[in-house]
């Protein structure tokens, strides 16, 4: 078999075979087929699409490049949430001990952020003591003990789609559907659980700009991760805003806390509840109606927060932090953005405003920049506030004075004003199942 002929065959249009394609995953992943291949390959998956069929083996070869999880221990009461990527997007924060503390075993690799989408593992990292590594024994105790595991992703999951991933971020071919559900749902097949529930971001701080194209890859996922055994169910949601008014690792755990308290009652809290209640539907066999129930008790009674101290506590972070947030990294300079407008605010930019909070400190330009847990951004004001001239639009959070300046003028550029107010938009567009 030679990748040249595999190379002609997609260009030309036509099916690849099983073989075929775990010949590819296999030589790509050992070094055997170089980067030149595998990109011109890519290209021809770009233009001529892959079948389901093709689709599945794909996405089943990546997921078995590497180190897979097992955790049949816990029967179908397994469940994972993944984000699309987007600006404020702290649900898992909140999520997973509400999941956890109605039975579920939420078990997950969370990456970091880049650019100007934040990272799960970051933020738990800011929590003093969390620990992000965790041998396989480890992470199946501690979700035995408190139902809830998060980590980084391990040196050997998928290596296959760590490899693949930085190729098409190279070659344009990131927005290939069936390059983007492999990539996607290789890692959730490779992580275990049994039930998935993605949470797929449209808008201008999210990957796909407008919700039908987000519908699209929502649809492949679930049709693909259901081929592959596992039961998946996609939420719409819409990230033309940042989720919640936090953008910045500490600050955003936060937010959480309050939204996990029943302090906090906005589009964070809705499309978290909301996704929680598709996981709790799933591990628990009910509808969506009836968990929504159950997981707004478990905020009200307290058992979600008890449950959410407990398993940080479990990874070796100071739970204090969360009964008393005061504890979390805070920064030293804290700078109010003016407006200089009297109308209302009819839009923002929520790529721009992450790219502000990255500016600050918050995120990384490159994988090898160090974030500042404390750095990130307070919205003050949203879409549909009426602002008058001298009322602050947000806080900046930093510990480098030398780039309020430019991330000022980020938000500035992203912040829209008008006349009238803007038409309300759906936060959560459409549950796929």
């Given at each position: ?16 075979s099983d073989r075929e394609i775990k010949f590819f995953i ?132 998928t290596p296959a789609d760590k490899k693949l991933y930085a ?99 906005d589009e964070l809290s809705e499309v978290c509840f909301t ?159």
């Open positions: 078999m030679r990748m040249s002929d595999i190379i002609q065959k997609k260009r030309d249009g036509l099916p690849l296999d030589g790509y992943t050992s070094g055997e087929i170089p980067d030149y291949q595998a990109s011109a390959l890519c290209m021809a998956i770009y233009f001529r699409g892959m079948s389901d069929a093709e689709t599945v083996t794909l996405t089943k070869c990546m997921a078995n490049s590497g180190d897979t999880l097992d955790l049949s221990r816990f029967g179908d009461l397994t469940s994972d949430k993944h984000s699309t990527g987007g600006v404020g997007d702290k649900t898992t924060l909140v999520v997973a001990p509400i999941v956890a503390s109605l039975g579920g075993y939420v078990t997950k690799m969370s990456g970091r952020g880049l650019g100007h989408t934040g990272g799960t593992a970051d933020k738990l990292e800011s929590i003093p003591g969390y620990r992000l590594s965790l041998s396989e024994d480890e992470f199946i105790k501690t979700a035995e003990k408190t139902g809830i595991a998060v980590i980084s992703q391990t040196g050997n999951l190729l098409r971020d190279v070659t344009a071919t990131i927005e290939s559907i069936p390059l983007l559900t492999s990539s996607i749902m290789s890692k959730k097949l490779a992580a275990g659980a049994k039930n998935i529930v993605l949470d797929v971001k449209y808008g201008s701080g999210a990957f796909m700009k407008t919700a039908e194209d987000a519908g699209i890859l929502a649809e492949t996922m679930v049709k693909i991760g259901k081929s592959c055994g596992r039961n998946v169910t996609a939420v719409l949601t819409n990230m033309d805003i940042p989720l919640g008014s936090n953008i910045g690792n500490a600050l955003e755990v936060k937010e959480a806390v309050r939204v996990i308290q029943g302090k906090q009652n996704l929680a209640a598709e996981m709790v539907s799933q591990v628990r066999k009910i509808p969506s109606e009836e968990a929504r129930t159950l997981v707004t008790d478990s905020v009200s009674n307290g058992s979600a927060f008890e449950k959410m101290k407990e398993w940080i506590a479990a990874q070796g972070g100071d739970a204090n932090c969360l009964s008393n947030t005061d504890l979390l990294p805070s920064a030293p300079l804290k700078h109010p953005v003016i407006s200089d407008k009297t109308n209302y605010i009819t839009g923002t930019d929520a790529q721009l405003i992450g790219h502000a909070a990255m500016i600050l400190g918050a995120g990384r330009a490159s994988k090898e920049d160090v974030i500042d847990p404390s750095a990130g951004i307070v919205m003050n004001k949203k879409p549909g506030d009426f602002v008058k001239e001298g009322d602050i639009i947000c806080t900046l959070h930093t510990s480098s004075p030398e780039n309020i300046p430019a991330a000022e003028a980020e938000i500035r550029k992203a912040v829209i004003f008008g006349d009238k107010p803007p038409e309300p938009r759906p936060l959560i567009y459409k549950i796929i199942k």
